[in-house]
Nanobody, 124 residues
C-alpha cells in the first residue's frame, strides 16, 4: 500500500509560479512510475508530467518548458515546479503512483494510488 499526500496548491496570477509536493508513505520502493495529473471543472483528467524510477521524465505538450517534475528519494517526495502559469492551468492537481511494470508515462486509469488533490487557481 502507498499513501500520497499533496500540498502546495493555491491562487496565483498569470505568470506566477507554484511548487506542488507529494509525500509518499508506505511501500514506496515498489513504485515504478509517478505522475502529476490535473482535472479542470467539467473536463477529463489529463496527465501533466510523469517520472519513472530510472529518473526519466515526460511532459504534456501544454506544460512542456514551464513545468518540471522531480523527486527527492530521501524524503519520499515528488515535486512539480510550475512556472509561467496560465489561467488554463487552473485545475485540481493530483499525484499518482503505480507499482506495475511497464511504460511510464501511462494513462491515468492505470495508476493504482492517488492523492486527495490540491487546487491550483490562476487568475488573469
Amino acid at each position: 500500500q502507498v499513501q500520497l499526500v499533496e500540498s502546495g496548491g493555491g491562487s496565483v496570477q498569470a505568470g506566477g509560479s507554484l511548487r506542488l509536493s507529494c509525500v509518499a508513505y508506505g511501500y514506496v520502493y515498489s513504485v515504478v512510475c509517478m505522475g502529476w495529473f490535473r482535472q479542470a471543472q467539467g473536463k477529463e483528467r489529463e496527465g501533466a508530467a510523469a517520472i519513472a524510477n530510472d529518473g526519466s521524465t515526460s511532459y504534456a505538450d501544454s506544460v512542456k518548458g514551464r513545468f518540471t517534475i522531480s523527486q527527492d528519494n530521501a524524503k519520499n517526495t515528488l515535486y512539480l515546479q510550475m512556472n509561467s502559469l496560465k489561467p488554463e492551468d487552473t485545475a485540481m492537481y493530483y499525484c499518482a503512483a503505480d507499482y506495475r511494470s511497464g511504460s511510464c508515462p501511462r494513462p491515468y486509469y492505470v495508476f493504482g494510488y492517488w492523492g486527495q488533490g490540491t487546487q491550483v487557481t490562476v487568475s488573469s
